[in-house]
C-alpha cells in the first residue's frame, strides 16, 4: 500500500489508516468477532491504527495491544488523550494519561499522539507538557485532534503537529477551505476522520430509522429526515459515476479524498472484513481531473 509522510517531519503511515468508531459502539452493536478487523487491517497493509475516537477508551486500547503482541514493528499507533484534561486532574494530567494508554497498549511509546482541541482549552499549555513527554521519549509526534486553524496555529507555535485530525469527506468537505490551508502552511499533515461520511457515503443509509437506537448518529441532524433526503439527491448524483465506473460508492469517496493530496491520510472505520477490503480497494483507483472536480460541484458546501 502506498506510503504518506504526515507533516514536513512526521510519521510515515499508509495512505489508508483504520479508525476505530465503528468499532466502539458509537454505532451501536458490535459484533463480538470484529476486533479481528485490527490483525486484518494490518496484514492487509494498513500500518496507521487511529484510536483517537474519544469513546475508544481503555477497553480499545487493551484491545488493540492484545493484537499486536509481538507484532508492534511497523504499525503506526495513534491515540489521544483522555476527556477533557483541562477540566479535571490538574498539572500532571496529560502525562499520567499518557502513561496509561503505553500500559494498556502494552508499548513503550506512542507514534502519534493527538491533543483534542475544543473551547476553552489551554493550547499552550498542553502542548508545553505534551513537548516534555517527546523529549522523555513517550511520545514520537504530536497532533491536534479537531479544533479551529487559529488554534493549529497556536498549538504549532509551541512544538510542531504532525497531524491534524478532523472530519473531511465528500459529504463534509469543509476542511479544504478551513483547515487544509493552514496545515499546508504550517507543514501538518490531514488524517480525514469519517471519510465515508459516518457511513452515509457508502450508500446503506438512507433513512434515520435504519439506525440502532443506541447509534450516535441518530443525534446529529445531518441524518434528520429532511436533511438526509437532501443529502440523497447529492448521493444519488455520484452513484452514477461510481456505476459508469464500476466501481461502489465507497470506494470513490475514498479514492477522491486520497486523491485531494499526498499530506492527507485516510482514517476510514470498519468491523466488516468485506467493508474492509472494499475500503482498501480504492487504493488502487484513479480519477481523472474531470471526475473529481465533477465530484467535488455534487457536493458543493453551496448545496449541501
Not at 491504527?49 to 495491544?65: H, N, P
Not at 461520511?197 to 434528520?224: K, V, W
Not at 452514477?240 to 479514492?255: N, V, W
Request: net charge neutral; proline share 5%.
Amino acid at each position: 500500500m502506498q506510503r504518506r509522510r504526515l507533516g514536513h517531519a512526521g510519521p510515515v503511515s499508509s495512505c489508508l489508516g483504520l479508525g476505530s468508531m465503528a468499532l466502539t459502539g458509537a454505532y451501536g452493536h458490535v459484533d463480538p468477532g470484529a476486533a479481528a478487523i485490527i490483525g486484518q487491517a494490518v496484514d492487509a497493509g494498513i500500518t496507521m491504527l487511529d484510536l483517537s475516537d474519544l469513546r475508544a477508551g481503555s477497553e480499545m486500547e487493551a484491545m488493540v495491544g492484545k493484537v499486536l503482541d509481538g507484532r508492534r514493528e511497523g504499525v503506526l499507533l495513534a491515540t489521544c488523550q483522555g476527556t477533557d484534561p483541562w477540566t479535571a486532574g490538574g498539572p500532571g494530567r496529560l502525562g499520567r494519561s499518557c502513561d496509561a494508554t503505553l500500559a494498556r497498549l502494552g508499548v513503550d511509546h506512542i507514534d502519534l499522539y493527538y491533543l483534542h482541541a475544543g473551547p476553552g482549552v489551554p493550547i499552550e499549555s498542553h502542548m508545553a507538557e505534551l513537548a516534555e513527554l517527546v523529549g522523555a521519549g513517550k511520545i514520537r509526534h504530536i497532533g491536534l485532534h479537531g479544533g479551529t486553524p487559529q488554534q493549529l496555529r497556536r498549538a504549532h507555535a509551541v512544538h510542531p503537529v504532525a497531524a491534524l485530525s478532523t472530519e473531511y469527506s465528500l459529504w463534509q468537505p469543509g476542511a479544504e477551505k478551513e483547515h487544509l490551508p493552514v496545515a499546508r502552511e504550517l507543514g501538518v499533515g490531514i488524517v480525514a476522520r469519517a471519510p465515508l461520511g459516518r457511513g452515509f457515503l457508502g450508500g446503506r443509509i438512507r433513512s434515520r430509522a435504519q439506525l440502532d437506537t443506541l447509534d450516535l448518529r441518530r443525534a446529529d441532524p445531518r441524518f434528520s429526515a429532511g436533511n438526509l433526503r437532501r443529502s440523497m439527491r447529492m448521493l444519488r448524483e455520484a452513484e452514477a459515476t461510481a456505476a459508469d465506473m464500476d466501481i461502489g460508492m465507497s470506494r470513490l469517496a475514498l479514492a477522491w479524498l486520497l486523491s485531494r493530496g499526498e499530506d492527507i491520510v485516510a482514517a476510514p472505520s470498519t468491523g466488516d472484513p468485506i467493508h474492509l477490503e472494499m475500503n482498501i480497494a480504492a487504493v488502487e483507483v484513479s480519477l481523472t481531473a474531470e471526475t473529481r472536480e465533477h465530484l467535488a460541484r455534487i457536493f458543493s458546501p453551496d448545496r449541501i
